[in-house]
T-cell receptor
Framework: NAGVTQTPKFQVLKTGQSMTLQCAQDMNHEYMSWYRQDPGMGLRLIHY???????DQGEVPNGYNVSRSTTEDFPLRLLSAAPSQTSVYFC???????????FGPGTRLTVL | AQKVTQAQTEISVVEKEDVTLDCVYE???????LFWYKQPPSGELVFLIRRNSFDEQNEISGRYSWNFQKSTSSFNFTITASQVVDSAVYFCALSERTTDSWGKLQFGAGTQVVVTP
């Protein structure tokens, strides 16, 4: 099993550009989530999904969109990148809401 | 409001010393889950433990041990006889069952542990 994969690993964007961070898991997990990690702030939840077709907002959803058309994939879209979105983004999956989460390797995004 | 507080930003120890990381949480739920994750310098996040609110037994796994005390809303983590490989950022996290918080894992800010030889 590949576990949770994320692409790309690094990305540089200009302010106003849009892009999609990809996340996929091969463990048939129902629960998937996106976090951003900023220095001194831990991980903050952006969006999450409890199953295909179901998504909800986390703590810091503004500026991001998600969809979940399949169990395996949970892409995160930045609509119009801003410097405040410079961060490391982690995708995670889990068998259920209260179970151990398996994290992807992260995507380091810089917005100039 | 911050629901998980890790007051220690950084702890530096010399190898073989014990180190205790504090985690204080806030919830009104009677059913909740607490987690610890490790983030080594390579950046990945590694699951260490999950504890539900009904199980207050302390747990030991090798050099790691956890002390869960509902009376003080704390879930502290101790590394015994620390090693250089223990150098990492450690995160405590909370998952609640309330309607507003259901589905949301809430992390503390993390504690950086630096173990020097």
């Amino acid at each position: 099993n590949a576990g949770v994969t994320q692409t790309p690993k690094f990305q540089v964007l200009k302010t106003g550009q849009s892009m999609t961070l990809q996340c996929a898991q091969d463990m048939n997990h129902e629960y998937m989530s996106w976090y951003r990690q900023d220095p001194g702030m831990g991980l903050r939840l952006i969006h999450y999904s409890v199953g295909a077709g179901i998504t909800d907002q986390g703590e810091v959803p503004n500026g991001y969109n998600v969809s979940r058309s399949t169990t395996e994939d949970f892409p995160l879209r930045l609509l119009s990148a801003a410097p405040s979105q410079t961060s490391v983004y982690f995708c995670a999956s889990s068998p259920g809401v209260n179970n151990e989460q398996f994290f992807g390797p992260g995507t380091r995004l810089t917005v100039l | 409001a911050q629901k998980v507080t890790q007051a220690q930003t950084e702890i530096s120890v010399v190898e073989k010393e014990d180190v205790t990381l504090d985690c204080v949480y806030e919830t009104r739920d009677t059913t909740y889950y607490l987690f610890w994750y490790k983030q080594p310098p390579s950046g990945e996040l590694v699951f260490l433990i999950r504890r539900n609110s009904f199980d207050e037994q302390n747990e030991i796994s090798g050099r790691y041990s956890w002390n869960f005390q509902k009376s003080t809303s704390s879930f502290n983590f101790t590394i015994t006889a620390s090693q250089v490989v223990d150098s990492a950022v450690y995160f405590c996290a909370l998952s609640e069952r309330t309607t507003d918080s259901w589905g949301k894992l809430q992390f503390g800010a993390g504690t950086q542990v630096v173990v020097t030889p």
